[in-house]
Nanobody, 126 residues
Framework: QVQLVESGGGLVQAGGSLRLSCAAS????????MGWFRQAPGKEREFVAD????????YYADSVEGRFTISRDNAKNTAYLQMNNLKPEDTAVYYC???????????????????WGQGTQVTVSS
């Protein structure tokens, strides 16, 4: 079991950068794969990126690849999402999530994740 708390959201101008953090509870953080999702008003929850347990494998949605970087520091029980060159289309509530299977990346369905944070708002202005 794991509890997740996101932080780092806020208001930023287009072209700016923001780093989101996801702090996890427990002593088995490295056994969970981690993902980031986002949800804009009126839209379904959308996959952004995920990372395997040891951080060696990552996968990104086409819409963010080249701009966003997912990472993790298992010693700190924390996952990160570095967002660069932000666009107004990136505006959404961002959620971190944990899954039991940690060997690979590329798990893009919300149904594959067991635990979720509360979400943090990211707003990108033109």
């Amino acid at each position: 079991q794991v509890q997740l708390v996101e932080s780092g959201g806020g208001l930023v101008q287009a072209g700016g950068s923001l780093r989101l953090s996801c702090a996890a509870s427990g002593r088995t953080f490295s056994t969970y794969g981690m993902g980031w999702f986002r949800q804009a008003p009126g839209k379904e929850r959308e996959f952004v990126a995920d990372i395997n347990g040891d951080g060696g494998r990552t996968y990104y949605a086409d819409s963010v690849e080249g701009r966003f970087t997912i990472s993790r520091d298992n010693a700190k029980n924390t996952a990160y999402l570095q967002m660069n060159n932000l666009k107004p289309e990136d505006t959404a509530v961002y959620y971190c999530a944990a899954r039991y299977y940690s060997g690979n990346s590329g798990y893009s369905s919300p149904h594959q994740y067991a635990y979720w944070g509360q979400g943090t708002q990211v707003t990108v202005s033109s």
